[in-house]
């Protein structure tokens, strides 16, 4: 097996027992990424030096002791998460040449267990949209079909894990940016109970939905990072004082008698057919092993997506008010200081940042703040409940992450409404809160992978990882790779 296609799990052993060094698997890594970056297109940056400069001081502690989680492993980071000393750019003009004074709070955990950044991946511009297309640096592909996206807005870390241009990743999920890209790239991506996992240092999109989580190749892989990310941070007052269990603990215990709920909103026109068969069958493989099914309605979901995009796009427009040429970020000349603010937003902000700031500020402004973003706060409400219903009588729900599988480039970026319904079936799981993993679940005749969206009850993470393992040890999708 070559290095890159590691697992954490398999990589941390073999450099504990002495069987590679961290200095090896990260130049195995780059040279791969050397390979294939110019084709897939990941990385924002890329951090050479600090890497292999990292990777001599985990030699250094594997002399000491080899406790460290991570010792040794490369991970890539999206690029909406600062890293001190190095650029995050949310890949946006108007952060080009940011430089983080300070290290986010998953980052600094990371780095305490011994990880090795190797770049900061792709993202559409400060994490909205739903393929990569948004991004001021250039596209990233899927690596299963070049012509086609990886998904977004976390595209570049399911891409680089996808094509092994990493160990894992993390990304960040505000309407599915971590489990829609996932589920296009054939990866695992995992969205934690809202206050889970610090913000602290996230570049902040919408803030009552924004949560960080881990892409990776397998589910104990997503279990082991989430047991360090997870956590009461005092520098983000919404991260829950809540213990964290050991998330690998349950994982290969039975999953006999554990409800299964199907909602029948999700089985609906415009599912893509392939896509239903595949996830239907995952339904009739997690029964064999023991689970039951039960039919379920979470009667909102129709409202969810107008909802969402009132909600994400007036958090959104208070939250990007900071970028006026004064602190930090790109400053455009300008002939006093409100035409140096215009300016700056105007050669800052791509098309669809500015699109949202639009928005949202129409639906918080006087007048119109009871009509939008008060009925829209009304209707998550109703969409929460939904969920705290529903999950009083099943375990956990299973849906398909999105309703068709990757599509073209290119194919959506005219139609803004058909590019927000890809995330119909994610979306919800932010406004209600609660924790969804994507896991892979079969591939298209066109050999496109297909995502299992398991969704559990707050702060219940360790469910939804359970199944989600059971089903991975009972099926072989996860071992496929792209042919690049
Ligand atoms: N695609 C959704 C949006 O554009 C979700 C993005 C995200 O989760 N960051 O808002």
Redesign the pocket.
């Known amino acids: 097996m070559e290095l890159y296609s590691l697992s954490i799990d398999e990589a941390r052993s073999a450099i504990v027992k002495g069987e590679i060094s961290p200095q090896e698997l990260v130049i195995a890594l780059f040279e791969r990424i050397d390979a294939l970056e110019e084709r897939v297109g990941a990385y924002v940056s890329l951090a050479r030096e600090n890497a292999l400069r990292q990777a001599r001081q985990a030699e250094d502690d594997l002399k000491g002791n080899a406790e460290k989680a991570l010792v040794g492993i490369p991970l890539a980071i999206k690029d909406n998460i600062c890293t001190e000393g190095i650029k995050t750019t949310c890949s946006s003009k108007i952060l080009e040449n940011f430089i983080p004074p300070y290290e986010s709070a998953v980052t600094q955990r990371l780095k305490e267990e011994g990880y090795i950044l190797i770049g900061k991946t792709n993202l559409?511009e400060f994490?909205?949209?739903?393929s990569t297309e948004n991004s001021a640096f250039g596209l990233t592909k899927n690596p299963w079909d070049f012509e086609r996206v990886p998904g977004?807005?976390s595209g570049g870390s399911a891409a680089a894990v996808a094509s092994d241009e990493c160990i894992a990743a993390l990304g960040?999920?505000?309407?599915?940016?971590i489990r829609?890209p996932a589920a296009f790239c054939g990866v695992v991506g995992l969205k934690p109970t809202y206050g889970r996992v610090s913000r602290y240092g996230l570049v902040a999109?919408a803030s009552s939905l924004d949560q960080i989580g881990p892409i990776t190749k397998n589910v104990r892989d997503s279990a082991i990072l989430m047991n360090i990310i997870s956590g009461h941070d005092l520098y983000d007052s919404t991260s829950a004082d809540m213990p964290v269990p050991d998330f690998t603990s349950n994982l290969g215990q039975e999953i006999k008698g554990l409800k299964i709920g199907i909602p029948k909103e999700y089985f609906i026109e415009g599912l893509d057919k392939e896509v239903e068969d595949s996830v239907k069958e995952a339904i009739k493989k997690l029964e064999s092993l023991g689970a039951i099914p039960v039919e379920i309605s979470l009667p909102h979901t129709e409202y969810a997506v107008a909802a969402y995009y009132i909600l994400?796009t007036s958090e959104a427009s208070s939250n990007l008010a900071r970028y006026d040429g004064v602190k930090y970020g790109l400053r455009a000349d300008g002939e006093d200081l409100i035409d140096m603010y215009m300016r700056t937003r105007d050669e800052g902000f791509g098309a669809e940042v500015k699109r949202r700031i639009i928005l949202g500020t129409y639906a918080l402004s006087s007048g119109y703040y009871n009509a939008y973003y008060k009925k829209a706060q009304q209707v998550r409400t109703l969409i929460k409940e939904d969920f705290e219903k529903a999950l009083e009588n099943v375990d956990v729900i299973v849906t398909p992450t999105t309703p068709t599988p990757a599509f073209r480039i290119g194919e959506k970026t005219d139609d803004p409404l058909q590019m927000?319904l890809?995330?119909i079936f994610t979306?919800s799981v932010?406004l209600a809160g609660v924790p969804g993993i994507s896991i892979p679940c079969g591939f298209t005749a066109r050999n496109l992978p297909v995502g299992l969206q398991i969704i559990g009850k707050h702060f219940d993470e360790e469910s939804i990882l359970k199944i989600a393992y059971a089903y991975e040890q009972a099926t072989d999708w996860h071992k496929r790779k792209p042919n690049i």
Do not use: C, I, K, P
Not at 127 to 130: I, L, P, T, V
Not at 172 to 177: A, K, N
């Open positions: 559409d994490a909205m949209g739903s977004g807005s960040s999920d505000t309407g599915g940016s829609q999109f994400a927000y890809t995330d979306l932010n």
